[in-house]
Nanobody, 125 residues
Framework: QVQLVESGGGLVQAGGSLRLSCAASGRTFSSYGMGWFRQAPGKEREFVAAISWSGGNTYYADSLKGRFTISRDNAKNAVYLQMNSLRPEDTAVYYC??????????????????WGQGAQVTVSS
């Protein structure tokens, strides 16, 4: 069982940056691939980024490459999402998620095992 708690969301102006953090419980954190998804009002949940259990492999939604960076610290049971050059269309609830022994990296939300409660990110124009 893994519990995930996101933090770091908030209100930012367009062009600004935010760093989301996800704290995970459990002693087997390093066995999980981790991902970030987001869901805007009236839209389906969409893949943002994912990282392998070791941190050696990462994958991003094409539209977000170059602006978002996913990373993890297995010693701290944490995964991060650095978001730069934010745009109003990035406004959404961002979810941290975990997939046990994820290989290869998954982009389908149905293939993830655990989810956080979400963190609101609002980008004003």
């Amino acid at each position: 069982q893994v519990q995930l708690v996101e933090s770091g969301g908030g209100l930012v102006q367009a062009g600004g940056s935010l760093r989301l953090s996800c704290a995970a419980s459990g002693r087997t954190f390093s066995s999980y691939g981790m991902g970030w998804f987001r869901q805007a009002p009236g839209k389906e949940r969409e893949f943002v980024a994912a990282i392998s259990w070791s941190g050696g492999n990462t994958y991003y939604a094409d539209s977000l490459k170059g602006r978002f960076t996913i990373s993890r610290d297995n010693a701290k049971n944490a995964v991060y999402l650095q978001m730069n050059s934010l745009r109003p269309e990035d406004t959404a609830v961002y979810y941290c998620t975990a997939a046990y022994e994820m290989s290869p990296i998954r982009i389908n939300n149905l293939e993830y095992d655990y989810w956080g409660q979400g963190a609101q990110v609002t980008v004003s124009s």
